[in-house]
């Protein structure tokens, strides 16, 4: 078994709702995030478009952060989940690092890395993860890449030509893909990030884990 | 923001997303790196100054391994001050992940350090020079992963595209030989001839010259081989948040240092060499710093 994730960004209308139900299922604490929705407005008015990019870990088959952890903290399950023991981590932060996607915070109530797992003990529960329930539009396909019958499958070879991944150029071999993705979405030197992107107030970095 | 290239026709602007983490490792990790390259730099120098002036190099065996123990200390003090969990370091020695260099770099640096303690044990306790040459050499033999591991642990950290391999490994091994032998002559210079200075002094200059390339390197040709490169290194140019430490940085540990050097050279003066060594270590700590952070602050997402 082989889980991957794919969200097709045709049908993604930046709802949050997938990020707010992370937050909850995984009571993940203020300023840190494992799925978060980003907007990227494209064009100049009139003719513009707004983009939205849920963003989370890729579970790659080569993880870079799972290579650098220095106590297998960060390690794979066997349905290709990277899951991560907080009991074990030391708060290193070389996974942190080395994430070419930005998917591992620093836990400010634990001081140890964490990020998605999938919600690993939901799919040990035969339950979809919290994220994918909430989605009112079925953007996010969750399922196993190994079996042609899965949904994810059968999404991926529909589509063949127009799936993508983030930064290919990594090796990282991600088992997260895009539907109906460009540059602006999955690529962060594709777009500017000005101060003041956050809807909310103008904090635009925070310290990692509350400290140094 | 990155000063990185954005289509007027696309004209794609970040409009709403979370508060992106801030610098993940800080000035300690840099502190980390400038300790180790004195810690295992000098015992390099030692077993050079041992080989070549055997008779004025022997009085050193004991403080330069002081020196090393001592620095060596610093490294693994401030490494454990960057964990967000120090206390459960113990978990690398019972729970090691092999494919990790911080696995296998703190293996190795507790090897070191009671290797280190060994030569103390010979030097002071058992005052045995020939037993000290012998384990010097298993010594110098490990100080060279111990200097490159923290390369290697750069290069695994993917999303860095800055810290490549080999070039990493050669600014560390190059660092290690310049505090090293700034550190030989700022010490322990006065009890060295001035043939034994200048033999510090060209290792100094030498590794100057090798850093200060490599770095110049890195700042024309890295923008053409990567667009994170590109986009990292406009940090450190025109008005980029780094661009003062960073020339400081290359102008204090390495071309002052060499300037100066070629000055003594006439007038043989040990107080001009003084000087260039107090301005390597001084600007080696400007140059990591600047190499550590600034691909910090290119967002990963």
Same mark, same amino acid.
């Given at each position: 078994?082989?889980?991957?994730?794919l969200?097709?960004l045709?049908l993604?209308?930046?709802?949050?709702?997938?990020?707010i139900?992370?937050?909850?299922?995984?009571?993940v604490?203020?300023?840190?995030?494992?799925?978060r929705?980003?907007?990227?407005?494209?064009?100049?008015?009139?003719?513009?478009?707004r983009?939205f990019?849920?963003?989370?870990?890729?579970?790659?088959?080569?993880?870079?952060?799972?290579?650098?952890?220095?106590v297998s903290?960060l390690?794979?399950?066997?349905?290709?989940?990277?899951?991560?023991?907080?009991e074990?981590?030391?708060?290193?932060?070389?996974c942190?690092?080395?994430?070419?996607?930005g998917?591992?915070?620093?836990?400010?109530?634990t001081?140890?890395a964490?990020k998605?797992?999938?919600?690993?003990?939901?799919?040990?529960?035969?339950?979809?993860?919290?994220?994918?329930?909430?989605c009112p539009v079925?953007?996010?396909?969750?399922g196993?890449?190994?079996d042609?019958?899965?949904?994810?499958?059968?999404?991926?070879?529909?589509?063949?030509?127009?799936?993508?991944?983030?930064?290919?150029?990594?090796g990282?071999?991600?088992?997260?893909f895009?539907?109906?993705?460009g540059?602006?979405?999955l690529n962060?030197l594709a777009?500017?990030?000005?101060?003041?992107?956050?809807?909310?107030?103008k904090i635009?970095?925070l310290?990692?884990?509350?400290?140094? | 923001?990155?000063?990185?290239?954005?289509l007027?026709?696309?004209?794609?602007?970040?409009?709403?997303?979370?508060?992106?983490p801030?610098?993940?490792?800080?000035w300690?990790v840099?502190v980390?790196?400038?300790?180790?390259?004195i810690g295992?730099g000098v015992i390099?120098?030692?077993?050079?100054?041992l080989?070549?002036?055997?008779?004025?190099?022997?009085k050193?065996?004991?403080?330069?391994t002081i020196?090393?123990i001592?620095f060596?200390h610093?490294?693994?003090l401030?490494?454990?001050?960057d964990?967000h969990?120090p206390?459960?370091m113990?978990?690398?020695?019972?729970?090691?992940?092999?494919?990790s260099?911080?696995?296998v =770099?703190?293996w190795?640096?507790? &090897?070191?350090v009671? $290797?280190l303690?060994l030569l103390a044990? +010979?030097?002071f @306790?058992?005052?045995?020079d020939a037993?000290f040459?012998?384990?010097?050499?298993?010594v110098v033999?490990?100080?060279?992963?111990?200097?490159?591991y923290t390369a290697?642990?750069?290069?695994?950290?993917?999303?860095?595209?800055?810290?490549?391999?080999?070039?990493?490994?050669?600014?560390?091994?190059?660092?290690?030989?310049?505090s090293?032998s700034?550190?030989?002559?700022?010490?322990f210079?006065?009890?060295?001839?001035w043939?034994?200075?200048?033999?510090?002094?060209?290792?100094?200059?030498?590794?100057?010259?090798?850093?200060?390339?490599?770095?110049?390197s890195?700042?024309?040709?890295?923008?053409?081989?990567?667009?994170?490169?590109a986009a990292?290194?406009?940090?450190?140019? =025109?008005d980029g948040?780094?661009t &003062?430490m960073?020339w $400081?940085g290359?102008?204090?540990?390495? +071309?002052?240092p @060499?300037?100066?050097?070629?000055?003594s050279?006439?007038?043989?003066s040990?107080?001009?060499?003084?000087?260039?060594?107090?301005l390597?270590?001084?600007?080696?700590?400007?140059v990591?710093?600047?190499?550590l952070?600034?691909?910090?602050?290119?967002?990963?997402s």
């Amino acid at each position: 078994m082989q889980l991957g994730f794919l969200v097709d960004l045709h049908l993604c209308m930046g709802c949050k709702g997938c990020e707010i139900a992370c937050k909850v299922e995984n009571e993940v604490p203020l300023s840190t995030w494992r799925l978060r929705v980003k907007y990227v407005d494209v064009g100049t008015f009139p003719e513009t478009k707004r983009t939205f990019t849920p963003l989370r870990c890729n579970h790659c088959e080569n993880a870079p952060c799972e290579r650098i952890c220095p106590v297998s903290a960060l390690h794979y399950l066997d349905n290709g989940i990277v899951n991560i023991d907080k009991e074990r981590c030391i708060g290193c932060a070389g996974c942190v690092m080395a994430c070419p996607y930005g998917a591992i915070y620093i836990d400010p109530q634990t001081q140890t890395a964490d990020k998605c797992t999938y919600c690993a003990h939901r799919i040990a529960s035969s339950m979809m993860p919290a994220c994918v329930v909430a989605c009112p539009v079925q953007a996010n396909i969750f399922g196993d890449l190994d079996d042609p019958k899965s949904n994810i499958s059968k999404y991926i070879m529909k589509n063949q030509g127009g799936v993508q991944v983030r930064k290919p150029e990594k090796g990282t071999n991600p088992h997260h893909f895009y539907v109906g993705g460009g540059n602006v979405n999955l690529n962060p030197l594709a777009s500017q990030r000005v101060d003041g992107h956050q809807l909310f107030n103008k904090i635009t970095t925070l310290p990692v884990g509350g400290h140094h | 923001m990155a000063a990185h290239e954005i289509l007027a026709a696309t004209n794609a602007i970040v409009t709403l997303d979370v508060a992106l983490p801030g610098t993940v490792w800080p000035w300690l990790v840099t502190v980390n790196m400038w300790a180790k390259s004195i810690g295992t730099g000098v015992i390099f120098m030692l077993f050079l100054l041992l080989k070549k002036y055997p008779d004025q190099a022997g009085k050193l065996r004991f403080p330069t391994t002081i020196v090393s123990i001592i620095f060596i200390h610093i490294f693994l003090l401030f490494t454990l001050a960057d964990l967000h969990q120090p206390f459960r370091m113990w978990h690398i020695f019972f729970y090691p992940h092999l494919t990790s260099a911080i696995t296998v =770099g703190a293996w190795m640096a507790t &090897v070191f350090v009671g $290797l280190l303690f060994l030569l103390a044990f +010979l030097s002071f @306790i058992k005052k045995d020079d020939a037993a000290f040459d012998k384990v010097l050499v298993w010594v110098v033999a490990l100080a060279v992963p111990v200097t490159l591991y923290t390369a290697a642990l750069m290069s695994q950290c993917t999303a860095r595209e800055l810290w490549q391999m080999p070039t990493e490994s050669a600014q560390m091994i190059f660092a290690a030989l310049l505090s090293g032998s700034a550190f030989m002559i700022l010490v322990f210079g006065g009890k060295l001839s001035w043939e034994a200075n200048r033999s510090m002094s060209n290792i100094l200059a030498l590794s100057a010259f090798m850093s200060f390339i490599l770095y110049m390197s890195e700042y024309v040709f890295g923008p053409m081989k990567a667009e994170e490169v590109a986009a990292v290194l406009e940090y450190i140019k =025109g008005d980029g948040p780094y661009t &003062v430490m960073f020339w $400081l940085g290359q102008w204090i540990a390495y +071309l002052l240092p @060499i300037l100066l050097i070629v000055l003594s050279r006439s007038s043989k003066s040990a107080s001009i060499l003084k000087l260039a060594a107090i301005l390597a270590l001084v600007g080696l700590f400007l140059v990591k710093h600047v190499w550590l952070m600034i691909p910090q602050l290119l967002p990963m997402s």
